[in-house]
């Protein structure tokens, strides 16, 4: 743990405090953002550069970086990361390992049907198994062919 908050630390002195400060004033509570549901945007920054904290100041550095995310890459791009690094099911991360785990191949050779499964568990994919579809499930990759 004192690895993690020295790690933490010097990140912190890294970057420009009243930035964050002010970032987070504006997406936090300016824009009720600490009551909604995060964008796709906001979630990759969260799983691509933060740790799994929940405070006021990781929510200001997740601004930070779902800023610069949303400067720098293309949508294309934020969706492509974020499908490769959301975990979707206990300890599977990404559609290639979610492809693997329940298909028992590459998602390059997904059928339309399967990757309409994995697209019915988003936004809930520790709750929605791709793999043991539920009728609810079934019913939303309908809906999605």
Known sequence: ML?????????LHQINIRFIIGI???FLIRTNLHKSASTI????????????????????IEAYFTLLIEWI?????????????????DGIYGAEAVAQAHFKKPAAR??????????ASLPNPRKFNSGKPSPYMLKRQGQIL
């Open 24 to 26: 987070s004033e504006i």
């Open 3 to 11: 690895d993690m908050n020295r790690k933490i630390s010097m990140f």
């Open 41 to 60: 945007s906001q979630q990759t920054a969260k799983n691509v550069f933060l740790l799994p904290a929940k405070s006021y100041i990781r929510k200001g």
């Open 110 to 119: 997904l059928s339309a049907g399967e990757a309409a499964l994995i697209a």
């Open 73 to 89: 890459w293309g949508k294309e791009r934020i969706m492509e990361v974020y499908l490769n690094s959301i975990e979707m099911g």
